[in-house]
């Protein structure tokens, strides 16, 4: 029996050595388009790969995969996020979670995973083909008994329609906001640990860290809300009302955090006595966007109830125009690919053509940062790799089982185009 795996990514890779595990006497090979395989998974994390995440604080996945929340609930019951570290662990690379519960390898180097990938592809005898870019499956669905396709996100329709299957429109996710605004950018650099951001009119919110940059906002707050909102803000070309909550509370607690630093410090100017939460830089923009450049230097005490509700609606509710996308380097992805109403939902088999199946991110899901884009590539291979094994054409012939760890490393032919 054979398996071609398309793409030597990180769900390509995790597909055919788990595959050829469960199955030693399966031919398993890879065909990857470009020179060198897992590319991605070297770069990701800034050089650290986050693996994954230890969930502890997800409340409900759609909060950390606006796609797919359902079909990743009912996947990683099978193959979780513990099934991740433990087989990573078993294979020999320590892992370590962090104190916001990203998981990286102890070794802090992406290499500890890619390396392990290619010596386990090794030792297994799985062929791994580069230079190999597949346009068509017709000719490999009748040379090979089960095709996977693991090409990921594909940044245009077009990338996607030879795979003859229901999509949705790929569209990017996790990406910072650019927004027009010069004394804004002043305050490049500043960070708010704990701020919200929404964008008006819609139930789209985030919370968490916010970052001025010299072209907008990015952070993790931005970014989550750039993947709840990535189909939206695609729609209105990037355009589209940003409200900041600086403070990150709502206008109750705001408003007493006010009324306390009057109280407290009536007699200092407003310019000299700020909420905890904002650094001096910022808290003199905020002033001067809700008081005017004159107000700023007036004290506590003088400030009259409707000033008092300007600044509360500028600490709380500060309203910018996104203007566009800006590219978020350490890690985007695409939001859209084959349609989950395409395939199984227990087998990730295509429902249009047997024995060809999908994992990683050329599904339409994909997660926030923090591991969660990962973690789907590990658990629905897992889950193709599982049900292939189990199939019953797969049962009608088995295999023989080679002899322990033996390597039969395959030369790599020169590449081409298959279609
Ligand atoms: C810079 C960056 C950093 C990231 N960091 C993280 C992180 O730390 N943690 C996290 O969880 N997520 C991270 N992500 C997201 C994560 O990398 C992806 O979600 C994940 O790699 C998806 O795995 P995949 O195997 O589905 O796709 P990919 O890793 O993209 O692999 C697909 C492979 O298929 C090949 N291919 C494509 N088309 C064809 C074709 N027609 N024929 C043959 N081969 C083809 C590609 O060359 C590629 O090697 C990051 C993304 C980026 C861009």
Redesign the pocket.
């Known amino acids: 029996m054979t398996t071609t795996v398309?793409?030597?990514?990180?769900?390509?890779?995790?597909t055919a050595i788990n595959l050829k595990e469960m199955c030693p006497g399966m031919q398993v090979s890879i065909?990857?388009?470009?020179n060198k395989?897992?590319?991605?998974?070297e770069?990701?994390?800034?050089g650290?790969?986050?693996?994954?995440?230890s969930f502890a604080a997800v409340g409900d996945l759609s909060e950390v995969y606006p796609r797919g929340h359902r079909l990743m609930g009912r996947l990683l019951r099978q193959f979780s996020q513990r099934d991740a570290y433990a087989w990573f662990e078993g294979r020999g690379v320590g892992l370590t979670t962090q104190a916001d519960d990203?998981v990286f390898p102890q070794s802090q180097d992406?290499r500890s995973i890619s390396h392990l990938f290619l010596r386990e592809a090794r030792r297994l005898g799985i062929d791994v083909l580069t230079g190999?870019?597949?346009?068509s499956l017709d000719e490999l669905r009748r040379t090979a008994d089960f095709v996977v396709v693991?090409?990921?996100?594909?940044p245009r329709r077009e990338?996607l329609l030879?795979l003859d299957e229901p999509i949705e429109e790929p569209v990017p996710s996790?990406f910072t906001f650019s927004i027009d605004d010069e004394a804004l950018h002043e305050l490049m650099g500043t960070v708010v640990e704990q701020a919200q951001v929404m964008l008006p009119g819609t139930k789209l919110r985030a919370a968490g860290p916010l970052l001025i940059t010299h072209w907008g906002v990015s952070g993790p707050a931005v970014l989550r809300l750039s993947s709840y909102g990535a189909r939206l803000l695609s729609d209105c070309g990037y355009r589209h009302p940003l409200s900041i909550n600086w403070l990150g509370m709502g206008s109750a607690e705001a408003t007493q955090e006010l009324h306390r630093l009057q109280a407290t410090a009536g007699q200092r100017l407003m310019t000299t006595a700020r909420p905890a939460a904002l650094q001096q830089r910022l808290w003199q923009h905020l002033l001067t966007r809700a008081l005017g450049a004159g107000r700023t230097h007036a004290p506590w005490g003088s400030l009259n109830q409707k000033e008092l509700n300007r600044l509360l609606n500028v600490l709380t509710n500060d309203t910018y125009l996104i203007s566009g996308r800006a590219p978020h380097?350490?890690?985007?992805?695409t939001c859209g690919g084959v349609s989950l109403t395409a395939v199984n939902a227990q087998t990730l088999e295509s429902k249009r053509h047997p024995r060809l199946y999908f994992?990683?991110?050329?599904?339409d899901i994909?997660?926030v940062?923090?591991?969660?884009?990962?973690?789907?590539?590990w658990t629905?291979?897992h889950t193709v790799a599982r049900f292939i094994a189990a199939h019953p054409q797969n049962l009608a012939h088995p295999q023989p089982l080679p002899k322990g760890g033996e390597a039969h490393p395959q030369p790599l032919p020169k590449g081409g185009e298959?279609g």
Not at 37 to 41: Q, T
Not at 370 to 377: L, P, S, T, Y
């Open positions: 398309v793409g030597g990514g990180a769900a390509g890779f995790f065909l990857e388009r470009g395989p897992l590319a991605k998974v770069l990701s994390g800034g650290r790969c986050n693996v994954t995440n990203c992406a190999r870019r597949v346009t693991t090409i990921g996100g594909q990338g030879w996790l380097r350490d890690e985007f992805v994992a990683g991110e050329v599904l994909d997660g940062t923090g591991g969660f884009n990962f973690q789907c590539a629905t291979a298959i």
